[in-house]
């Protein structure tokens, strides 16, 4: 029977124009609260669903988003892929994974190829794309909606994000508080904006607290495993070793846990790991992991919702959608 309802079908039973009913359907404005709400309720009582080519056709869409990426930690990808979602269900849209590699060197060139060739509405870029200036002027260029998202962008899209060096700073005040001077700082992936923000907040926490960092204890990182494991065996095989290290995110951080149970260092006794994000692997760990909690999900949501208001007014509005961080105490810095 759903197979057969049609728009028309809706309009009748509703008392309204078909005009109406593809403005409810496509989520445009200029429909009564009212009116939305009734013809909402026919949607459902008919269990109408709409022909995603007509659909297209009458409106010019393609109902098709695009989520752009490089290599980002699993985690985060799956956090935020899944809120982005969620507002792509209730609005009738789909979502194309377009995963790029930051260095290829038509990477701008390639990414108006594909979303031309897809024939996509609108992009949210991740880091480091959302914090690639001349990708974001060449998107506003075409008049191609994007949200820069855990990026601050270049101030002229719309950006998703929270206080990386307000939070980095927190952080760095927990470990003082516990007592530690000597504490180490693993950097994260030189093409992304966070990690510059991030190490600014370390840096301020300790310049307020007149803490001197020996150089061997800042560390680069790639924000993955792999260069936490790498940054845990260079600091903690040093013959003053910290007594506390702060990575730029979980993924670093439970490499340098690894590391320290394969050193037989004990933690958080003579050693404390903090991370930042709370992705699941801060909790998968031994002992759990105190990191900053990173909205991810909501973040998606956000992302999401002001993309499409974005869409379907056709504009690009420079808003900034702040969240809120918060920092997660647990046995990695708990003694």
């Not at 701008?108 to 002027?137: A, K, M």
């Not at 506003?140 to 980095?168: F, T, W």
């Not at 993924?251 to 903090?274: R, S, T």
């Amino acid at each position: 029977m759903s197979g057969s309802v049609t728009i028309d079908d809706v309009a009748k039973k509703a008392g309204v124009s078909m005009k109406t009913v593809s403005r409810v359907v496509n989520r445009e404005p200029n429909v009564s609260a009212k009116t939305r709400e009734k013809v909402q309720a026919v949607i459902s009582e008919l269990n109408y669903r709409p022909n995603p080519s007509a659909r297209g056709l009458a409106s010019r869409k393609s109902f098709v988003i695009g989520l752009l990426y490089d290599k980002p930690s699993p985690n985060y990808l799956a956090k935020l892929q899944a809120g982005v979602l969620e507002v792509c269900q209730k609005s009738g849209y789909s979502m194309a994974l377009g995963p790029f590699d930051f260095h290829t060197e038509n990477l701008v060139e390639d990414i108006l190829n594909w979303v031309r060739h897809s024939n996509i509405d609108g992009v949210i870029l991740t880091p480091p794309l959302s914090d690639f200036f001349p990708l974001l002027t060449a998107l506003q260029a075409r008049r191609i909606p994007v949200v820069a998202a855990s990026s601050k962008g270049n101030g002229e899209v719309p950006s998703v994000m929270i206080d990386d060096e307000e939070a980095a700073y927190q952080m760095t005040r927990h470990l003082i508080k516990g007592g530690h001077t000597d504490i180490a700082f693993v950097k994260g992936h030189p093409d992304h904006l966070s990690t510059r923000y991030r190490f600014e907040g370390f840096s301020r926490a300790v310049v307020e607290a007149d803490i001197e960092v020996v150089d061997t204890f800042i560390c680069d990182g790639l924000y993955d495993f792999e260069s936490g494991r790498t940054a845990g065996e260079a600091l903690l095989t040093q013959v003053k070793r910290p007594t506390a290290v702060f990575a730029s995110n979980d993924d670093m951080a439970a490499g340098v846990m690894n590391m320290a149970h394969q050193l037989n260092i004990k933690m958080p006794f003579e050693l404390a790991v903090c991370g930042f994000d709370d992705t699941p692997i801060s909790q998968q760990v031994w002992p759990t992991m105190t990191t900053i909690r990173q909205p991810i999900r909501q973040m998606g949501i956000s992302a999401g919702e002001i993309l499409l208001k974005n869409i379907n007014a056709k504009t690009i509005e420079a808003e900034i959608s702040h969240h809120q961080f918060e920092l997660k105490e647990r046995g990695s810095t708990q003694k």
